[in-house]
Nanobody
Framework: QVQLVESGGGLVQPGGSLRLSCVASGFTLRSFVMSWYRQAPGAEREFVASISTGSSTKNYADSVKGRFTISRDNAKNTVYLQMNSLKPDDTAVYYC???????WGQGTQVTVSS
């Protein structure tokens, strides 16, 4: 069955970096656009970034442009989110999402705090 497993979250100080990973199974990752979303406490889940099948097209929310980078390694069935210059407002649970399958991962917590 389709499964998405995120990892790499944690506690980091403002200005720090984290790299999230999303390992996919049960489908052929290379054939699907992949996305990252996040949900802060008390807020709606919001789009963060997406990447096309061949990595030629990447889209970002305005709030993360220039700080976050989405990438993928189709051979490893993995999608990444490199997060730099983290801010307290980036604190959220981060989810991997396959739009065409409407499938979510379980999420990984990112906390940015001093």
């Amino acid at each position: 069955q389709v499964q998405l497993v995120e990892s790499g979250g944690g506690l980091v100080q403002p200005g720090g970096s984290l790299r999230l990973s999303c390992v996919a199974s049960g489908f052929t990752l290379r054939s699907f656009v992949m996305s990252w979303y996040r949900q802060a406490p008390g807020a709606e889940r919001e789009f963060v970034a997406s990447i096309s099948t061949g990595s030629s097209t990447k889209n970002y929310a305005d709030s993360v442009k220039g700080r976050f980078t989405i990438s993928r390694d189709n051979a490893k069935n993995t999608v990444y989110l490199q997060m730099n210059s983290l801010k307290p407002d980036d604190t959220a649970v981060y989810y991997c999402y396959v739009p065409r399958l409407a499938r979510w991962g379980q999420g990984t917590q990112v906390t940015v705090s001093s």
